[in-house]
């Protein structure tokens, strides 16, 4: 992704990062009473300006946006100014009307996902929390719910036990023998020039401006470097973006979980030290259901629209906090003239209060206190509709923070029908240094015609936004997994599956990402019913869909390229 100087609020990374000096000035906790102060910008090479969430510093606030004298002992309010609206849904949204058990109870994130299945199928089977049923008369079609309140009572062992994936020979090795037909990380220096295996991640020098930052991190151990993951149901499951955010932060130390949606509960944010909740009031939306174009969405597609007297909860535990943490959060929202007002606590005492605004804009609420466990309680107070779209927690410590942007059932031209300047706001105040693209699947059920034309053109509005958003981030796109329907009795892959492949191989190279080549990794074509007979099984019934323990292999071996990639830099320097 080009580095474009638009006016951003911050630079790019530095060319070198031992002339660059520390990302970040080290602060005490005491100095949170200050006011929070600005973005990442150019700065001497030995004193760079502080940047958000650097080690012990105040929380920063987006560029241009009033700051408010905080309060260090009980929560710092910090209106950040006129970002614009956009929302999430991790996986919390009602099943579309009339779909079988929508009704069912025990269901807390329950998201319907249309996908092609096996039409001999009449009844219900939960695998790993994914619902599938056969709808139509006789049609080869699954209707996919998660149902993650009935998530089996195995699913934690599915994840944290088993087999992992290993690397021989320079390929990737999974759960039941398959090779990847790519090489894992850095191929081998005697590789054969006119091999034509390519390595799984392909233009890895596109990371350099991201691994500047990581080696700034590893060398001074100061300042925060993040990463944005925007995808569909791959990145929703949580499962991939959960294993890669740990693999990062234990080389290179967590600066907290990120970014949640506002939504329904949803068990599988547990394992990464978050929650939420919704009390009746509110209304759950998202941008695959609602189809109104420019609409103002969250940063995974959805939005909690709340009456007068509602409130919901997110909350976090930071795993690998301490408790002389000082937190940094940030809630979205949509500020307008009929909007309702929203009172925001923290652990119980009251922080901040909105009002409604003279236009409608997107409006980040910052706000910090001390520890590693907070409760965020927003209480719509009308008295029109409040509108909130999710919630960030970050520690104020060097380290890596992984937002996990899913919304099941998108594709690239979903996000790319949102309002784009509510968009670019709620990206700027996440400050991003990677972004990743996690889409394809979807649209490989999609005819080839539409692929050509409208899949290229989301992905140049999707990159004029990130470029508005983090001038100076660099990107990659991971290509879709393998996927099959079922026709005539048989499994066969879709008919773009290998027209999207190719496509996101083109793009990414027109637009200078990285660009990891997910369908190699598995085993190439017809490898998602391989993965799908694995034992343990590393795919859902629905062939398109991982497994838990499929999607914890695939986030190992992409960790391992990437950081295969960064060590072979590194070592270069």
């Not at 925060?224 to 990145?235: E, K, M």
């Not at 107070?381 to 380290?399: D, I, N, Q, W, Y």
């Not at 999607?551 to 070592?571: C, E, G, I, K, V």
């Amino acid at each position: 992704m080009g580095a474009v100087d638009a006016g951003a609020p911050r630079a790019g990374p530095p060319a070198s990062a031992v002339d660059a000096g520390a990302r970040g000035v080290a602060a005490s906790a005491s100095d949170a009473g200050a006011a929070l102060t600005g973005t990442r910008g150019p700065g001497p090479t030995v004193a760079p300006p502080p940047r958000a969430a650097d080690a012990g510093a105040p929380p920063a606030a987006d560029a241009g946006a009033a700051r408010g004298s905080p309060d260090a002992s009980a929560g710092l309010r910090v209106d950040a100014g006129a970002p614009r609206a956009r929302d999430e849904a991790d996986a919390g949204r009602r099943p579309d009307a009339g779909t079988p058990d929508a009704g069912r109870s025990g269901h807390a994130g329950d998201t319907a996902v249309r996908v092609e299945g096996d039409a001999g199928e009449e009844h219900p089977e939960l695998e790993h929390g994914l619902l599938c049923v056969n709808v139509g008369d006789g049609g080869e079609e699954l209707v996919c719910h998660y149902y993650e309140g009935d998530l089996p009572a195995d699913l934690d062992d599915s994840l944290d036990g088993g087999p992992r994936p290993q690397v021989v020979g320079a390929r990737h090795v999974y759960a039941d023998g398959g090779t990847s037909l790519c090489y894992a990380g850095t191929p081998p220096p005697d590789t054969n020039p006119a091999s034509t295996t390519p390595p799984c991640l392909q233009n890895p020098q596109a990371l350099e401006p991201f691994f500047q930052w990581l080696l700034e991190l590893e060398r001074t151990r100061r300042g925060r470097v993040a990463i944005a993951q925007l995808g569909a149901s791959h990145t929703a499951a949580q499962f991939f973006t959960d294993t890669v955010r740990e693999a990062l932060a234990t080389r290179f130390g967590s600066a907290g979980r990120g970014y949640v949606a506002a939504g329904k509960a949803s068990p599988r944010l547990v394992s990464s030290g978050a929650w939420r909740s919704v009390e009746p009031g509110w209304q759950v939306l998202d941008a695959v259901h609602n189809k109104a174009p420019h609409e103002a969405w969250g940063l995974s597609g959805a939005r909690a629209v709340g009456r007068p007297g509602a409130g919901l909860v997110v909350g976090f535990d930071e795993k690998h906090g301490n408790g002389d943490d000082v937190a940094r959060m940030q809630i979205s929202l949509l500020e307008g003239p009929d909007a309702g007002a929203v009172e925001i606590s923290i652990d119980g005492k009251e922080v901040a209060r909105t009002a409604p605004g003279a236009s409608s804009r997107v409006k980040v609420v910052e706000v910090a206190a001390p520890g590693r466990r907070h409760e965020v309680e927003l209480t719509a107070l009308g008295p029109g509709p409040t509108t909130v779209f999710g919630v960030t927690h970050e520690r104020m410590a060097p380290g890596i923070v992984y937002d996990s942007l899913g919304l099941p059932g998108a594709t690239s031209m979903t996000v790319a029908g949102y309002s784009q300047e509510a968009l670019v706001e709620q990206l700027r105040a996440r400050e991003v240094d990677l972004f990743v693209l996690f889409f394809g699947t979807n649209e490989a059920s999609l005819p080839r015609a539409r692929i050509d034309g409208e899949m290229r053109a989301a992905y140049a509005t999707l990159f004029k936004t990130l470029n508005e958003a983090s001038p100076q981030a660099a990107c990659l796109i991971i290509a879709p997994t393998d996927r099959q329907s079922r026709r005539k009795g048989a499994w066969h892959a879709p008919e773009s599956m290998d027209l999207v492949s190719n496509q996101m191989e083109a793009i990414a190279r027109d637009h200078g990402c990285a660009f990891w080549a997910t369908r190699l990794v598995m085993g190439g074509p017809g490898s998602i019913d391989r993965w799908r007979r694995a034992n343990p099984t590393l795919a859902n019934k629905d062939h398109v869909h991982l497994s838990a323990l499929g999607y914890r292999h695939l986030a190992d071996m992409f960790a391992f390229d990437l950081l295969s990639a960064y060590d072979a830099w590194r070592a270069g320097r």
